[in-house]
């Protein structure tokens, strides 16, 4: 059975840090992408960053514009767990933040939600006060 746990959320004050974590099980972690996504009260769900599958040079990464220089993605293939780093966080920040599994590499589509990803985690809270 397939399972994405998404966990580490949190209320943390503007400036603060978390590290989202997703525990992957019942699939070949290398053989997967795993993204990143958040959807914010009143919004549509939005894809934050991925991490692909090996293409044979390791993982490659992916952000939204919105974020880059403060959230760094990263996995640890002995713990199949993709970690979500994010620093400087923001009031916008605050969302439930999903992870979700794609098999195979993604490029540009990383962020097409349920076109690309198959199986999605329950979602972790960020709520970030001013």
């Known amino acids: 059975e397939v399972q994405l746990q998404a966990f580490g959320g949190g209320l943390v004050q503007a400036g603060g840090s978390l590290r989202l974590s997703c525990a992957a099980s019942?699939?070949?972690?290398?053989?997967?992408?795993i993204g990143w996504f958040r959807q914010a009260p009143g919004k549509e769900r939005e894809g934050v960053s991925c991490?692909?599958?090996?293409?044979?040079?390791?993982?490659?990464?992916h952000y939204a514009d919105s974020v880059k220089g403060r959230f760094t993605i990263s996995s640890d293939n002995a713990k199949n767990t993709v970690y979500l780093q994010i620093n400087g966080l923001k009031p916008d920040d605050t969302a439930v933040h999903y992870c979700?599994?794609?098999?195979?590499?993604?490029?540009?589509?990383?962020?097409?939600?349920?076109?690309?990803?198959?199986?999605w985690g329950q979602g972790t809270v960020v709520t970030v006060s001013s």
């Open positions: 979700a599994a794609a098999w195979g590499f993604l490029g540009s589509s990383w962020a097409n939600g349920d076109d690309e990803y198959h199986y």
């Open positions: 991490i692909s599958a090996s293409a044979g040079s390791g993982r490659t990464t």
């Open positions: 019942g699939f070949t972690f290398d053989d997967y992408s």
